[in-house]
Nanobody, 126 residues
Framework: QVQLVESGGGLVQAGGSLRLSCAAS????????MGWFRQAPAKEREFVAG???????YHADSVKGRFTISGDNAKNTVFLQMNSLKPEDTAVYYC????????????????????WGQGTQVTVSS
């Protein structure tokens, strides 16, 4: 129903920056909640940032002040600007869409998201 394609990952030294992009199909950016998650090896997938139906933005405490989520409704695309990167930010980053109409706030658990991109690797060297 919704297809997502992430891009922008790569290798960067600590303190550097990367910008991730997620192109969505079907007008998902404005219709549904969109989120960025990340997963490091042997660790659970965790919420990074999200946008409530193209409106309010939310950021996890671990990235607040360093990462910024934004979107372009016309391009049906969500971005994640990552600054001041740390080695602990190393993970596969995923874009996801939640289609839960019953949610009154942006969900932050992976189980609430139905559609996922293929992921893009972000590696931060020390």
């Amino acid at each position: 129903q919704v297809q997502l394609v992430e891009s922008g990952g790569g290798l960067v030294q600590a303190g550097g920056s990367l910008r991730l992009s997620c192109a969505a199909s079907g007008g998902a950016f404005s219709r549904y909640d969109m989120g960025w998650f990340r997963q490091a090896p042997a660790k659970e997938r965790e919420f990074v940032a999200g946008m409530r139906r193209g409106g309010d933005a939310y950021h996890a405490d671990s990235v607040k002040g360093r990462f910024t989520i934004s979107g372009d409704n016309a391009k049906n695309t969500v971005f994640l600007q990552m600054n001041s990167l740390k080695p602990e930010d190393t993970a596969v980053y995923y874009c996801a869409v939640s289609v839960l109409s019953s949610s009154v706030v942006l969900p932050t658990t992976p189980t609430a998201y139905s559609f996922w991109g293929q992921g893009t690797q972000v590696t931060v060297s020390s």
